[in-house]
């Protein structure tokens, strides 16, 4: 939490230069001319984790990646690899039964196969990060491998694997319906009317219901984590909408599997589409409650105990600021897979094209 607080201040405009930076990388790439007749396309998926390692890194840890060259350009890789090695035991990927789960389902992957590049990720934080280092050191009373192992599990874990996994699906998701885009562009520019092209996280909060109602139905239908795991502290009756009841005992293990969970047809009508207006006005403020991708209700607040996801507000204010980004510099936008197939810049409005003119002019 402390990581949090320390970057509240920075962390909208921050996020909004990475996104600027990003979307510059893949304009360049998109307006290259390879010679064929193939129409024109570019993949934002690694623009997209650069863009978040990078800015997660300055936010969380203080720390730039552009000061080793090596984390700059290989750093989200090597999250990928850690990540993976410690996923793919829950997840299925395809292999033939019972080569699958006794391969991989059956025993956690060797750590050695990552550690050369954790441990280039563990000297980066101790060099650059050592403020961060220090903090948790003096405030905690963490001691410094314990401290550095904990920023890397947040950072690559809880804030990178998250957004890694959300992101590029709501960009899929809204880059897919035309409809919707138009909707959502005419909101963002109603709320940027008079700020000169400047928001933060007020703006998307009380500007922009539908960015923010879009996101919420992406959190729905893709949660960014799937599986909830905890152990019953106490003996209880596990109960369901039809009546049906569950003795649970004291140290047995649940999981909760999201994607059918939010799927409820007692909670949410149409539960199988994506709704965009699903969460806007008092009916969609009422839904709310059971939205559990963050480890709990939407409307509760994080604690120690109950291991609800501790930047969940700002998990959504983030998203909503991607999007609002996004068309604040394009009119539209298309996406097939993890690729722009088209990119509409922005066209600047006759008053300030004759600004601009009248500028140039003079000089």
């Given at each position: 939490?402390?990581?949090?607080?320390?970057?509240?201040?920075?962390?909208?405009?921050?996020?909004?230069?990475?996104?600027?930076?990003?979307?510059?990388?893949?304009?360049?790439?998109?307006?290259?001319?390879?010679?064929?007749?193939?129409?024109?396309?570019?993949?934002?998926?690694?623009?997209?984790?650069?863009?978040?390692?990078?800015?997660?890194?300055?936010?969380f840890?203080?720390?730039?990646?552009?000061?080793?060259w090596?984390?700059?350009?290989?750093?989200?890789?090597?999250?990928?690899?850690?990540?993976?090695?410690?996923?793919?035991?829950?997840?299925?990927?395809?292999?033939?039964?019972?080569?699958?789960?006794?391969?991989?389902?059956?025993?956690?992957?060797?750590?050695?196969?990552?550690?050369?590049?954790?441990?280039?990720?563990?000297?980066?934080?101790?060099?650059?990060?050592?403020?961060?280092?220090?903090?948790?050191?003096?405030?905690?009373?963490?001691?410094?491998?314990?401290?550095?192992?904990?920023?890397?599990?947040?950072?690559?874990?809880?804030?990178?694997?998250?957004?890694?996994?959300?992101?590029?699906f709501?960009?899929?998701?809204?880059?897919?319906?035309?409809?919707?885009?138009?909707?959502?562009?005419?909101?963002?520019?109603?709320?940027?009317?008079?700020?000169?092209?400047?928001?933060?996280?007020?703006?998307?909060?009380?500007?922009?219901?539908?960015?923010?109602?879009?996101?919420?139905?992406?959190?729905?239908?893709?949660?960014?984590?799937?599986?909830?795991?905890?152990?019953?502290?106490?003996?209880?009756?596990?109960?369901?909408?039809?009546?049906?009841?569950?003795?649970?005992?004291?140290?047995?293990?649940?999981?909760?599997?999201?994607?059918?969970?939010?799927?409820?047809?007692?909670?949410?009508?149409?539960?199988?589409?994506?709704?965009?207006?699903?969460?806007?006005?008092?009916?969609?403020?009422?839904?709310?409650?059971?939205l559990f991708?963050?480890?709990?209700?939407?409307?509760?607040?994080?604690?120690?105990?109950?291991?609800?996801?501790?930047?969940?507000?700002?998990?959504?204010?983030?998203?909503?600021?991607l999007?609002?980004?996004?068309?604040?510099?394009?009119?539209?936008?298309?996406?097939?897979?993890?690729?722009?197939?088209?990119?509409?810049k922005?066209?600047?409005?006759?008053?300030?094209?004759?600004?601009?003119?009248?500028?140039?002019?003079?000089?």
């Amino acid at each position: 939490m402390d990581l949090l607080h320390r970057s509240a201040r920075t962390w909208s405009a921050d996020f909004r230069a990475s996104v600027g930076a990003m979307l510059d990388a893949v304009d360049a790439e998109f307006g290259k001319d390879d010679g064929s007749d193939k129409k024109p396309s570019a993949s934002y998926l690694v623009p997209l984790q650069q863009c978040i390692f990078r800015f997660l890194c300055k936010a969380f840890v203080g720390a730039d990646p552009s000061a080793d060259w090596l984390v700059d350009n290989f750093g989200f890789t090597i999250l990928d690899i850690w990540l993976a090695l410690q996923i793919l035991p829950t997840q299925k990927i395809g292999l033939v039964q019972p080569l699958e789960e006794l391969l991989i389902h059956s025993f956690p992957l060797p750590s050695f196969l990552i550690w050369p590049g954790y441990y280039v990720l563990y000297r980066f934080i101790e060099k650059h990060g050592a403020e961060a280092v220090a903090y948790a050191e003096a405030q905690h009373g963490i001691g410094k491998k314990d401290a550095i192992n904990n920023m890397l599990f947040v950072l690559g874990f809880n804030a990178f694997g998250g957004f890694s996994v959300f992101l590029p699906f709501l960009v899929a998701k809204v880059g897919g319906a035309p409809a919707l885009r138009e909707r959502l562009r005419d909101e963002v520019r109603r709320a940027m009317v008079g700020k000169d092209g400047e928001f933060g996280f007020a703006t998307v909060r009380e500007d922009m219901p539908l960015v923010r109602s879009t996101v919420y139905e992406m959190l729905r239908m893709q949660p960014p984590v799937p599986l909830q795991f905890g152990r019953a502290r106490r003996d209880f009756v596990l109960r369901s909408h039809g009546g049906a009841a569950y003795q649970v005992s004291a140290g047995e293990v649940l999981c909760g599997y999201q994607p059918l969970a939010m799927r409820d047809p007692e909670v949410f009508e149409r539960p199988e589409e994506f709704v965009p207006e699903r969460f806007l006005g008092d009916e969609g403020a009422r839904l709310l409650q059971h939205l559990f991708w963050s480890n709990g209700p939407e409307t509760a607040q994080p604690g120690p105990g109950n291991k609800q996801c501790a930047a969940k507000e700002v998990v959504v204010d983030t998203a909503c600021m991607l999007l609002a980004e996004l068309f604040r510099r394009y009119d539209d936008f298309e996406v097939e897979g993890t690729s722009f197939t088209k990119l509409v810049k922005r066209q600047a409005s006759p008053s300030v094209a004759q600004a601009a003119a009248a500028a140039g002019a003079q000089q």
